[in-house]
């Protein structure tokens, strides 16, 4: 019995060895899309698209957020039920909450962050932008702009957090939907 739980715990073991591999190579992936994206973005538009980009990042980081706390918040049996009655979309979450602790990690520490991250990088650009543009003082303007996205950004997971738990049922439907068109269970 002792060595039948011993074997459990290592196949556990690398099951969670093989998922942070997997995590940590796609987050370099996205990491390097998503900067790749936003400096080649940032670079050749100008102001007004820049900061659109850049909230765009902020908005993606807090709705990524939303989703993972919704995932981690919501309950089994809703989608049970729903996945009972062919609800497009339903198996999905309920393979997303049984994964919770994956699902989560993706889209709060892959996605969330880089996004995160993302935003910090584009606030420099978009604020060297506005002071070339503006003639202010750079140091200021970057300061000034960094604190504001940083704000947004916190601001909004804060917000968003309350909104994920509280409407976790229908934010996991609405993104398990999404997911459907791409990707489907097998049984």
């Known amino acids: 019995m002792k060595r039948k739980l011993e074997k459990k715990k290592d196949k556990k073991k690398n099951s969670n060895t093989g998922w942070i591999i997997k995590i940590i190579i796609l987050a370099f992936v996205i990491s390097i899309t998503f900067s790749f994206a936003s400096e080649t973005i940032l670079t050749n538009v100008g102001m007004v698209v820049g900061i659109l980009v850049l909230i765009l990042f902020v908005l993606l980081g807090v709705i990524f957020d939303m989703i993972g706390v919704a995932v981690t918040s919501a309950d089994i049996g809703p989608f049970n039920s729903m996945s009972a009655q062919k609800v497009r979309g339903s198996d999905i979450a309920v393979k997303f909450i049984r994964n919770a602790d994956k699902v989560s990690s993706f889209c709060n520490d892959v996605v969330g962050d880089i996004c995160g991250i993302i935003s910090g990088s584009a606030g420099v650009i978009v604020a060297s932008s506005i002071s070339d543009k503006f003639n202010f003082p ?3 303007t970057t ?19 309350g909104i994920a738990i509280s409407n976790n049922t229908s934010i996991l439907h609405s993104f398990a939907e999404v997911v459907s068109l791409f990707y489907t269970v097998k049984k």
């Open 143 to 161: 300061l000034i702009i960094t604190g504001i996205v940083a704000s947004l950004t916190i601001g909004g997971k804060a917000l968003g957090k």
């Open 138 to 140: 750079d140091l200021p």
